[in-house]
């Protein structure tokens, strides 16, 4: 990559005695460095998603398998709701008959909806391998352009950081099964955004306009994600505002401006999706247990290397990996980042910036209990003293605090590499104005050039371990033919329910959930993979399980066919009336023995229809 000046445009900090900015440059189109850059991120978008297309019909995540098969019914979910013009933000097409809140669950509409043409020619498994390696691929581009026009000059620099925000260890991590959480390629722009607020001959209602739309979109991509964005914008704003004063005074009038008209259209825009999330039918108030609450980050995950990275080893998953890999940079890049930051502090603003978010993300991310190499110790963390029940508090996880850690280190790269860049070059005299850069000052003279092959080497050498490999995945047999080919369809009328055995949920229910996603959600279903209330208000997985469905878990975790009562009879039947059952449906699966001598114990005798046994149960009203 050319490391030569790039455009830069007019940053959002003041001048200062530790800053040597340039002139504003006029615009240019896309040089060539920004080609060869995204055409390298979708490489690697390519390499991480490279085991799915091997059999993308027949493969899921080996991590999280189960999340897979819910963000593939999830791409069905949108491709239903445009077809049928129904409401995306609810479904009785799983948990029948109560149905599930897609806003109260990571839904990925700003993805699923726009996509459904995708899903309705090529089917969910294509397009959610297709948008993982997008996803990927677009938050490296669009941190590469924040860094390049907004932060630093050397294209090879805005490179590096965009790699790393992109497909960072914690990214990566997500991307066994979560795609929501590397959909993350409108935060750069939206964090671009908001550092511009307020400058002088910018227009306040444009900017605040722009902010709100790109707000209100990544509410139907990730609110976890924006939340944490948000919390890393207000702590940039009041480390530069600490910093910079004077400057931050001359801007508040219009930043306060912008954001509040920004901040007015996305509550204007989604008033009515998150009112639906907190308050519609199958909402719910926290998790029960604050279950993620406890969930901090490992004090030595931090210079550990991550499991699915060249360096990478499972055995250590095993010791400290009890939470998500949100950090786990490995000890290089940790020493580098560290060197990075004490050279770079006394005479960048924006490095300085980031030291804070590292040191404040860092801590909030340990939880309530500091854990050192997969052991809890007796000091407490500081979210010991924050209570499990305030509101957004309570569904938070610690741990993900530290994905704004990596951000900050991406950023750090960028910014070392930038200034190494410039090693030796003449100092340009800085201008007196409120919109003067925050790169690094240039270092001249010849007998600092050393500094630049040393700290290249340093910067590669601390990130090459890092870089990905292809995603385990792992092959999953396809739903029954009977299911596929529509034999089912004589059998479900219209306002009834096809009962899978297993029932779908959150343990069991990889095969039979997705009988609905690769179906397009033809028939209802019962259970399901998502949260919901249960009966005091709070959050929990899956559905509440009634009796028969907790009988048929118990038989395939014993493999024995338990002794069953009239009871029993009785609640299977009142559980398929509740379910509004036409039809139970049991396919191949490995207990599919012990599973058809219950089913025929409670039901009688079923029918051998294609490749499935079938108990119609219509009479039963």
Sequence with gaps: MNSDPAP????????????????????????????????????????????????????????????????EWLFAHG?????????????????????????????????????????????????????????????????YWMLSRHLVRSRAAAFLGGAFLGFAPGIVHHANGQPNFVSNYLLPVIVARVLRLGEPERSWRRDGIVLGL??????????????????????????????????AWARARGFLAA???????????????????FNGPQSYRGLQGGV??????????????????IAGDEAVEKTIGLTEQNTWFGWPL???????LVLLVRRSLAARIVAVLVVVFSVAAIGPVVRFDGVETDVDGPWSHIPDDLPL???????????????????????????????????????????????????????????????????????????????????????????????????????????PVPIPSNVHGLPTLRWSALTGHEFPVPGGYFIGPNEL?????????????????????????????????RQAVADLRYWRASVVVLGAHPREGVLRELMTALLGPPQRVDDVWLWDVRPLG
């Design 79 to 143: 491709a239903y709701s445009v077809l049928h013009l129904e409401n995306p933000l609810f479904t009785t097409r799983q948990n029948a008959p109560d149905g599930v809140n897609m806003m109260a669950n990571t839904s990925l509409l700003g993805a699923t909806i726009p996509l459904a043409p995708v899903t309705l020619l090529f089917g969910p498994q294509v397009t959610y391998a297709l948008y993982l390696g997008g996803a990927l691929t677009a938050t490296a581009a669009t941190s």
């Design 334 to 340: 940790v020493l580098v980042a560290l060197v990075a």
């Design 393 to 499: 508090v309570e569904m938070m996880m610690p741990t993900r605090l530290a994905l704004v850690v990596a951000a900050a280190v991406g950023v750090l790269l960028a910014l070392a590499w930038d200034a190494l860049a410039r090693t030796g070059a003449p100092r340009v005299p800085a201008p007196r104005t409120p919109e003067a850069a925050i790169a690094p000052a240039r270092a001249a003279g010849p007998a600092r050039r050393w500094l630049r092959p040393v700290g290249y080497a340093a910067l590669a050498l601390a990130v090459l371990p890092l870089v990905p490999r292809p995603l385990p995945a792992q092959h999953v047999d396809p739903p029954p033919h009977f299911i596929t080919a529509g034999g089912w369809r004589p059998y479900v009328p219209e306002g009834r329910t096809l009962v």
């Design 537 to 569: 208000g709070e959050g929990t997985f899956g559905a509440p399980n009634r009796p028969t469905s907790t009988l048929i878990y118990s038989t395939m975790d014993s493999g024995t066919l338990p002794a069953l009562t009239e009871e029993n009879r």
């Design 214 to 247: 790109l707000v209100a979109y990544q509410i139907f991509v990730n609110e976890e994600m924006l939340l944490l964005t948000a919390l890393a914008c207000l702590v940039v704003v009041l480390a530069y505002a600490a910093q910079r004063p004077r400057a």
């Design 259 to 277: 954001l509040g008209l920004g901040g007015g259209l996305t509550l204007l825009l989604t008033a009515y999706p998150v009112w639906f999330q």
């Design 8 to 71: 830069v445009a007019a940053p959002a900090t003041a001048a200062g005695p530790d800053t040597a900015p340039a002139p504003r440059p006029p615009r240019r189109r896309p040089a060539r460095a920004d080609v060869l850059a995204i055409g390298a991120y979708v490489l690697l978008g390519v390499l991480v998603c490279l085991n799915y297309w091997g059999d993308v019909q027949h493969r899921v995540s080996s991590h999280l398998p189960t999340d897979h098969s819910w963000f």
């Design 292 to 309: 993620f609450h406890s969930w901090g980050e490992d004090l030595v995950a931090f210079v550990t290397f991550p499991r699915d990275t």
